[in-house]
């Protein structure tokens, strides 16, 4: 439990048996956004100082090639720190328009992407946001997209059903199970 390294409600904190070393440091809070990463050696000389950013917000609407709104769309903010750093969360969902607002980013580059059955995810859409800003009107627009087939045999060339198959390509990543015919 995070809340034992609070020393006093004044927001000190104190975190023990550290080894020495380069250590990255993230502040989160319900009202604020994540703090952009702190990078720290241990031994450190000073105490250290967190600053909550004020929360930035994108929205926008996600389409589908044709240019209508996708219902239920997946969008999702990576960070990009020089490359893309891997998305923690589940992503937020589009409303029935195809409409979707992200709250709560913190400040620096972002990679905005959507993703629904049947299409190909949208290219990433790069935003530089401000602590406390707002960037509206954002369209997202999924692509039109392949499809593989086929079958899962083992080595006696019996289907194997429920075996997990994933590919990944330009940082997209997919996943699916065999069914009873392999």
Known sequence: ??????RDTDGSFAVDGLLPGTWEVRVTSREHAQSPPLRLSLPASAPLELILPHPAVVS?????PSGTPVARALVRATRYE?????FS???????????????RLGPGPFALRASAPG??????YSVELAAG??????????????TILGELVGLDGRPQAGRRISLEAQEVFSRTKTD???
């Open 133 to 146: 800003g707002t960037i509206p009107g954002i369209a997202l627009r999924l692509q039109t997209g392949g």
């Open 60 to 64: 926008g609407r996600v389409l589908d």
């Open 119 to 124: 299409f190909a995810p949208s290219e990433p």
């Open 89 to 103: 969360g589940d992503g937020y969902h589009t409303d029935e328009q195809g409409i979707f607002e992200i709250r």
């Open 82 to 86: 020089g490359h893309p750093v891997p």
């Open 1 to 6: 439990d995070m809340l034992e390294f609070f």
């Open 180 to 182: 009873a015919d392999g």
